[in-house]
């Protein structure tokens, strides 16, 4: 194997960054000290000096506490850093209990968590991870043998948003996808830094390992090949939900917080792939489950659907679909007993109610949130006044959550603008992707 030239390669890890630092005064870098990370804290910090940016960087190193020598490296980078003069954080993972099964995957939502809270709470916006072409070949066969479509396919992605509470929206950079492994190794020997080989990576009862193990022992797939096909399936996802976008914003009506509708004939008409995302967009959003809803059910409610010939009632992922003259609605499922969940909010105070609304409370009064449906004698009342869900079905309007006082008359929605005092509260459903 011929090895890099170091000034090519330094070249190389420049190029990348470019376009990643418009506008950002403070970026986090998240690093495990192993070749990787370490690879893209020093290539990062040559750029910005190079490029003569006034960008601060900041280390966040996750200690899983799952090996007793987590700690010790965690403090080791800590040391690394000063010499590099680049601040650090130690970001701890304090569980209640030690995971026994899926430690990988558990280990990974814990650190993701864990690095998007703090920047969060720091008001920073973009954090960059070092994920290289070969994490990107792995993914790609991990997710084709779970049968992935087009968007499982494309794999890692170069840039994503990670949507947090109060609509704090991170931006996550992985700039090294086109970067071999063995190259970001080179480029830390050429600069004379060490770094962690975690043992994890060897050991074959974790699902990765296996499949870095065969993509090595054989030469009839190939780790560039598969991750240029991912690059080239992205571009097809991007395609994609370019038209989901556009469908989402000329045809799907978000009405009052919790419910939408959709004119049937227009829905008929799009191709099954955009039909599924719409599907899987509004349910996740609606139903507020923690997780979307799995493509395999999402099918098999099309087919349902289609079958009826785009009528009858559904349920999926905690929300209701009802198809009702022409239109097919959307609205939060009554189940177990949730018509009559309840939040008291005190004044100047936000909250999330049933993981999906996020609620704002500015005026100068406690308020409670509810269901319509838990107010029954205002249902006539508030449909009448509100034209848009005149002919919204029973079911789902009784799911609608409304803002009352400590008379029961409802604050929000609202359709009277003169009650400014009332309208400085505001639910924002969150709209998951």
């Known amino acids: ?13 420049q190029q990348v960054f470019s376009g990643y630092l418009a506008d950002e005064l403070t970026v986090a870098v998240a690093v495990s000290g192993g070749g990787d990370s370490m690879a893209l804290l020093l290539a990062l910090k040559s750029y910005i000096e190079t490029s003569q940016l006034s960008v601060k960087i900041l280390a966040l190193t996750v200690d899983h506490n799952l090996r ?5 490296e965690a403090v080791q980078v800590a040391n690394w850093c000063v010499k590099l003069n680049i601040e650090h954080h130690i970001l701890r993972w304090n569980f209640d209990v030690k995971p026994t099964s899926a430690i990988q995957e558990k280990a990974r939502n814990a650190r993701y968590e864990l690095m998007s809270d703090y920047c969060k709470n720091n008001q920073i916006t973009t954090l960059f991870f070092g994920h290289n072409l070969e994490d990107n070949a792995e993914t790609f066969l991990m ?17 994503s948003i990670r949507l947090l509470d109060n609509g704090f929206e991170l931006k996550i950079y992985r700039p090294f996808l086109a970067v071999k492994r063995q190259e970001l190794r080179q480029y830390l020997a050429d600069k004379s830094q060490s770094y962690f080989d975690d043992p994890s990576n060897d050991n074959e009862k974790y699902e990765r390992v296996k499949i870095r193990n065969f993509l090595g022992d054989n030469d009839i797939v190939d780790n560039e090949h598969i991750a240029q096909s991912a690059m080239r399936l992205r571009r097809a996802e991007q395609a994609l939900e370019y038209y989901v976008e556009k469908f989402w914003n000329e045809e799907v009506n978000l009405l009052e917080y919790s419910i939408a509708k959709i004119d049937v004939s227009k829905f008929m008409q799009r191709p099954d792939e955009i039909k599924l995302r719409i599907f899987a967009r509004l349910i996740w959003s609606i139903g507020g489950q923690d997780d979307p809803p799995r493509w395999q059910k ?24 009802i198809f009702k003259q022409n239109n097919l609605w959307f609205g939060y499922e009554n189940r177990n007993g949730n018509i009559n969940d309840v939040s008291n909010i005190t004044t100047m105070v936000s909250t999330i109610y049933q993981n999906r609304l996020m609620v704002l409370n500015a005026a100068k009064l406690a308020v409670t949130i509810r269901h319509l449906g838990a107010c029954r004698q205002l249902m006539t009342t508030f449909s009448g006044e509100h034209k848009a869900l005149a002919a919204c079905p029973k079911k789902i309007l009784q799911t609608l959550p409304i803002v009352t006082n400590d008379k029961q008359q409802i604050l929000a929605p609202q359709t009277n603008d003169e009650q400014s005092e009332y309208l400085r509260i505001s639910m924002n459903l969150k709209i998951r992707r």
Do not use: D, F, W
């Open 143 to 159: 997710r084709l043998k779970r049968g992935a479509g087009v968007r499982g396919l494309s794999a890692i992605s170069t840039k």
């Open 68 to 72: 007793i020598e987590s700690a010790i």
């Open 298 to 321: 999402l099918e098999y409610l099309l087919n349902q659907i289609m079958q009826n010939n785009y009528t009858g009632r559904y349920c999926l992922g905690n929300c209701l679909l």
């Open 1 to 13: 194997m011929i090895e890099p030239k170091p000034k090519n390669l330094i070249k190389k890890l």
